[in-house]
């Protein structure tokens, strides 16, 4: 070999040596970089008759199953992670399961008024007290109900807020690929870039759940875990628009995700609908929260908020107050005088002096009434026998008032109560309510299938079927023609919304929707409803109750009617004896049968049906009250548990991972003498060269 041969692979040890050395420099300087990966040199010799050596790559060290099990399991703890942090926020504003005045303690210290009130009726300031304590329990519940919307308004602006990095992250990696293909290509170095992206990958993988597949150019794609692209040969864009604010009825947008043209930069407006292919991620325990979690709280406040008006309600209107009022008036019920009355049993319609003696009385036997008797039918019967009063129903809402200076109180017969829908004659109506939500809380009409439905024609309900995932699986209108429930019903039940659910009446009158076996899961909004009935006005919908806000709203906007807080006097805290005859006194000043009635709501045993995560119950109102506070400490206690558990996990394989990526000092150390060793002995070979021309030349 020549002294030129000798020279030129002295130097190619040399010049690889320096970039080893720089590579192994580079490892020591990172080895705290979280997530960087070690590299290392690939040498190979020369065999092109110059001899030598040469850098034939610098890779880095990684072990892809082990990455995309880091990938996949962080996005597991990142979800875990954002719903523990709703979760402690929803312990925070329910309050100490010992508190005094969370939900459970004001709902106790309510009826703990009301059994105070009944040992001395006459007393002003306990009627006032049992008024404060409706409040004060009635403010609580609303404020919850109010708290989780916002919850739902905040998860919906952060779902907004992280689809915004997402879409940063994916820029950088499409932005990236190319430059790492280029790098690879021209045989230099791209570690530094895929180091980049990796990191990029990485802040996108804890906000969706994602696959890299690695395209053997160094570039890679992305998809979901579910398979959606995201990045291939083109970049997609995530995109959502939050509502800003959220109430129960609120439908939110889906993530779709849309093609870019990597040419025009144009975005496809088609997109595809991602909601229900996440599995994990920051956005998908957003989207849990939002759809799933937080409805269910709403709607389980919603079902204890409707017992209670209900219960509380069904108590008032069966007593009286001294001196009873001058008139009752209801809520629109959207009963129409021409509607059959629908009544059984007997009630007592009764005009008071101010002393609470009963100056006129008609009692009307509903079950003897003629087959085919109407609401006015009803009407002018009562009023055929009141002299001093009347009944009358103004677009579906009934009153009874009487002459100046007189009461009115209206009184069902123990033995045969009156019943429509399970509700008392003036319970149905709502005529001596006590308490109130932002939507009605009786929904069982009392209508048969065969009874005209009274709704005008040419008036339409649009409804939208839509699945756990957000996704809207299929839209109907239904437009109202002349005819009974059983045409609205038969309409339903043929529609497109027959694959999802099945309409029908309960023996109540209450609509009934049943999901079809597979769509368990599914819900039903109403997306605009333009129906009127008859002169009610009522809807379709707010008269069955159907869409979401139904259910969740009868926990908003709680409190004691106007009639009742601005006039203390009109608390029915008395009972009026059925058959009481005129002359007779119906109730005194001291009676505090009605005030007991109200406290022996506490001990009743309600049915509660299957809500939210909480099962078919039999219990009190506040055994209600406690479950669904010790169901929102069980979900924040679960969620905690995931939260450990995931982050355990990947803190083991990340400790895997870095038992193969990881710099190791020692390593890399032995490695920086094998090279520095190595640079020096090309040094001197170099050097040893230059002596032998000198040498020659000095022979010369």
Same mark, same amino acid.
């Given at each position: ?8 692979s002295?130097?190619?040890g040399?010049?690889?040596n ?9 490892n020591?300087?990172?080895v ?17 008759? *110059?001899?030598g *050596?040469?850098i ?26 954002? #719903?523990?942090?709703? @979760?402690?926020?929803i312990?925070a ?5 010992d508190s005094?005045?969370n939900?459970s303690?004001r709902?106790? &210290? ?6 105070a009130?009944?040992?001395?009726p006459s ?6 007290d049992?008024?404060?304590?409706i409040e004060?329990?009635?403010? $609580?519940?609303?404020r ?16 907004a ?31 530094p870039?895929?180091?980049q ?12 759940d994602?696959?890299? @597949?690695?395209?053997?150019?160094g570039?890679i794609h992305?998809?979901t ?8 040969g083109?970049?997609y ?20 995700? @849309? ?18 292919t996440?599995l994990?991620g ?11 979690v ?5 709607? $389980?406040l919603?079902r ?13 209107n069966?007593?009286a107050?001294?001196p ?17 009355h629908?009544?059984?049993g ?28 109407t609401i ?6 009562v009023n055929?026998?009141l002299a001093?009063?009347?009944l009358?129903?103004? &677009? ?6 009487a ?14 109560s ?8 003036s @319970?149905? %109506?709502?005529m ?18 065969t ?5 005008t024609a040419?008036?339409?309900?649009s ?12 839209t ?10 059983n ?20 023996g109540?009158?209450a609509l009934?929707?049943?999901? *079809?076996?597979? %769509? #368990?899961?599914?819900k ?15 809807? %379709? ?8 806000r ?13 009639a ?15 058959g009481?005859g005129?002359?007779?006194v ?12 109200l406290?022996?709501?506490e ?30 400490g ?7 548990s995931?939260?450990?558990d995931?982050q355990?996990l990947?803190?083991e ?8 990526s ?9 490695n920086?003498?094998i ?16 002596e ?9």
């Amino acid at each position: 070999m020549s002294l030129g041969a000798i020279m030129n692979s002295a130097l190619t040890g040399l010049f690889t040596n320096q970039a080893a050395l720089r590579v192994t420099s580079n490892n020591i300087a990172n080895v705290n970089t979280v997530g960087y990966v070690r590299q290392v040199v690939r040498q190979e010799p020369i065999a092109d008759g *110059v001899g030598g *050596v040469r850098i034939s790559g610098i890779d880095r060290v990684v072990d892809k199953f082990l990455d995309e099990a880091v990938l996949t399991n962080s996005a597991h703890a990142a979800r875990y992670t954002v #719903e523990r942090q709703f @979760h402690d926020r929803i312990q925070a504003f329910i309050g100490r399961p010992d508190s005094q005045t969370n939900l459970s303690a004001r709902l106790d &210290n309510m009826f703990q008024r009301m059994g105070a009130l009944s040992q001395d009726p006459s007393k002003q300031v306990l009627r006032q007290d049992v008024l404060s304590g409706i409040e004060n329990f009635s403010n $609580e519940l609303s404020r919850l109900a109010d708290e989780i919307q916002n919850m739902r308004a905040d998860a919906s602006y952060q779902i907004a807020e992280r689809i915004r990095k997402a879409n940063a992250a994916l820029e950088r990696i499409d932005a990236l690929n190319p430059l790492i293909v280029k790098q690879t290509v021209l045989g230099q170095e791209a570690g530094p870039l895929i180091e980049q992206r990796s990191q990029a990958l990485a802040e996108l993988g804890n906000l969706i759940d994602i696959r890299s @597949h690695d395209q053997g150019d160094g570039s890679i794609h992305i998809t979901t875990s579910n398979g959606t692209v995201l990045l291939s040969g083109s970049r997609y864009q995530l995109k959502y628009t939050s509502p800003g604010t959220a109430t129960s009825e609120t439908v939110f947008s889906s993530i779709t995700a @849309h093609a870019v043209d990597p040419i025009s930069k144009t975005v496809d407006p088609n997109g595809i609908v991602l909601d229900g292919t996440l599995l994990g991620g920051e956005i998908k325990g957003l989207l849990n929260l939002r759809d799933q979690v937080l409805p269910d709280m709403a709607n $389980e406040l919603g079902r204890l908020g409707g017992s209670v008006i209900d219960q509380i309600n069904a108590a008032h209107n069966a007593s009286a107050a001294f001196p009873p009022p001058n008139s009752l008036t209801g809520r629109n019920s959207g009963i129409l005088a021409t509607d059959l009355h629908g009544f059984s049993g007997a009630s007592d319609f009764l005009i008071t002096d101010s002393t609470g003696t009963v100056i006129e009385k008609v009692t009307i036997d509903f079950s003897a009434m003629p087959a085919g008797s109407t609401i006015q039918d009803v009407i002018n019967a009562v009023n055929a026998g009141l002299a001093s009063g009347s009944l009358t129903l103004n &677009n579906g809402v009934m009153s009874f008032s009487a002459n100046a200076g007189l009461g009115v109180a209206i009184v069902d017969d123990p033995s045969s109560s009156s019943d429509r829908g399970g509700h008392g004659f003036s @319970h149905f %109506f709502g005529m001596n309510d006590l308490m109130q939500a932002k939507v009605p809380t009786i929904y069982q009409t009392g209508f048969q299938g065969t009874d005209n439905h009274g709704f005008t024609a040419g008036g339409t309900v649009s409804f939208e079927i839509v699945g756990s995932d957000n996704r809207q699986l299929t839209t109907y209108t239904l437009t109202i023609s002349a005819g009974d429930f059983n045409s609205i019903l038969s309409d339903l039940n043929s529609s497109a919304l027959s694959q999802y659910a099945t309409f029908s009446l309960d023996g109540d009158g209450a609509l009934v929707v049943t999901p *079809v076996t597979g %769509f #368990e899961n599914t819900k039903i909004n109403v997306q605009s409803d333009s129906t009127q009935r008859g002169a009610s006005s009522l809807s %379709f919908s707010r008269m069955f109750g159907i869409g979401t806000r139904y259910l969740a709203d009868q926990a908003s906007g709680v409190g004691v009617v106007s009639a009742v807080s601005t006039t203390p006097n009109r608390l029915a805290v008395g009972q009026i004896e059925y058959g009481v005859g005129v002359g007779q006194v119906a109730i005194g000043a001291s009676n505090g049968d009605g005030a007991k009635a109200l406290q022996a709501v506490e001990l009743a045993i309600n049915s509660f049906p299957t809500t939210g995560k909480i099962g078919a119950i039999s219990g009190t109102l506040a055994q209600y009250s406690a479950a669904i506070l010790s169901n929102m400490g069980l979900l924040a206690q679960d969620a905690s548990s995931r939260e450990v558990d995931t982050q355990a996990l990947v803190q083991e394989l990340s400790n895997r991972r870095n038992e193969v990526s990881g710099v190791n000092l020692d390593e890399e150390l032995s490695n920086m003498v094998i090279y520095q060793n190595s640079y020096n002995a090309s040094a001197r070979v170099i050097s040893a060269v230059r002596e032998l021309y000198d040498a020659l030349l000095a022979v010369v």
